[in-house]
């Protein structure tokens, strides 16, 4: 088990090795940089995980590098959640998890 506090100060917390991790999604810049897609930073990246109670809880980490604010563990709501996941390409993970209705309000 490994614990993931929160950074909202709530004390709660949730176990990353029984959550299921999607990973941002990247592109390399025009100076050969690495990006994250989700973050437009190549030094900052997310990571959305989705606990075994269904609770999304964002990642976002700055390699180690300062970087103010780059940091964090915070939950986030379902369309949040599946804003992120279309944005990132996981588009067949928003269907397996019944988000359509999340899916259809973001259609144009």
């Not at 995980?49 to 980490?61: E, M, P, S, V």
Request: charged letters at 30%; hydrophobic letters at 35%.
């Amino acid at each position: 088990m490994k614990k993931i506090p929160l950074t909202d100060t709530s004390g709660r917390w949730f176990d990353m090795d029984t959550a299921s991790a999607f990973k941002a999604d990247s592109y390399t810049d025009a100076q050969g940089n690495v990006v994250c897609r989700a973050t437009g930073h190549p030094e900052v990246w997310e990571t959305l995980y989705l606990t075994l109670k269904g609770t999304f809880i964002l990642i976002r980490d700055d390699g180690g590098d300062f970087v103010p604010g780059s940091s964090g563990a915070v939950v986030i709501e379902p369309e949040r959640a599946a804003e992120w996941l279309i944005a990132n390409g996981h588009q067949e993970q928003v269907k397996k998890m019944d988000m359509e209705k999340e899916e259809r309000r973001l259609e144009l």
